[in-house]
């Protein structure tokens, strides 16, 4: 099986597979690394159970104004996830760029420029249903995260972690495009991002056909991280299989 190697805290070598998070062993970054995944969770964790707790409470009305009781908060964690790509660029984890990449863009172009932008949108179902998903899925990946940089891991957990996102990730892509494709008609109508140019070129940007390009897109990312999500699944189960054999001979 080929991996890297890191130092961990008994000074021992411990090879790791590819797919699996690595972290600086130095102690300063894995507690910067514990502060930030433990300020995602708690973030997540208050919108998840908000997001439960309102629908219980109000029902259906509860839809309505999902964006405007926790959508300052989940654009203040989205934000933060870009962070993430500074730590795959920088070396602290030891992940595949380009998918983490697609899935932090895809979430900031949906919430700033689809939702944000268009009041009339802020209050559809589908805002509620994607900050349902997002943080469902959120929960449990930072929880993983955060205690596994602490060394921690639970089998249930790490299990909970690789399998969540076969449901979760197709739907909430299919509530994205649902979202793009409501905003659509306001985007027409009010014209918002749609400009003309004159220099260096005459000519004009319509931005609901960026949207309509994005939507054809969208199945593209989609398959992209599946495939990148399902190869990190792979490895874990093979490097599991992997554990208990060593640790049964």
Not at 27 to 50: A, D
Not at 194 to 214: C, D
Not at 217 to 234: G, H, V
Request: aromatic letters at 20%; a positive charge; charged letters at 15%.
């Amino acid at each position: 099986m080929t991996g890297s190697h890191r130092q961990t805290r008994t000074g021992l070598l411990q090879v790791i597979p590819w797919g699996r998070r690595v972290f600086w062993s130095y102690p300063k970054m894995e507690t910067y690394l514990f502060i930030y995944y433990l300020v995602q969770f708690c973030g997540h964790s208050w919108i998840f159970s908000n997001t439960i707790a309102r629908f219980m409470s109000f029902g259906k009305d509860a839809f309505a104004d999902t964006f405007y009781a926790m959508g300052y908060v989940m654009r203040l964690c989205q934000l933060l996830s870009a962070l993430e790509l500074l730590h795959i660029l920088l070396g602290i984890e030891k992940r595949r760029f380009w998918p983490r990449f697609i899935q932090v863009t895809e979430r900031l172009f949906i919430l700033f420029v689809v939702v944000a932008s268009q009041e009339e949108v802020q209050g559809k179902y589908v805002v509620c249903v994607l900050f349902f998903l997002w943080n469902l899925w959120d929960v449990i990946r930072y929880t993983y995260i955060m205690l596994l940089s602490m060394e921690i891991e639970f089998p249930g957990l790490t299990w909970l972690n690789h399998n969540i996102w076969i449901p979760v990730y197709p739907v909430s892509v299919l509530a994205e495009a649902y979202a793009v494709y409501e905003s659509l008609p306001y985007f027409e109508t009010l014209g918002t991002y749609s400009f003309k140019m004159s220099f260096p070129y005459v000519g004009s940007i319509h931005f609901p056909y960026v949207l309509q390009m994005y939507l054809v897109m969208l199945p593209i990312e989609m398959y992209f991280l599946c495939s990148d999500l399902y190869a990190e699944r792979k490895m874990h189960t093979s490097y599991s299989n992997f554990k208990k054999k060593e640790k049964a001979n």
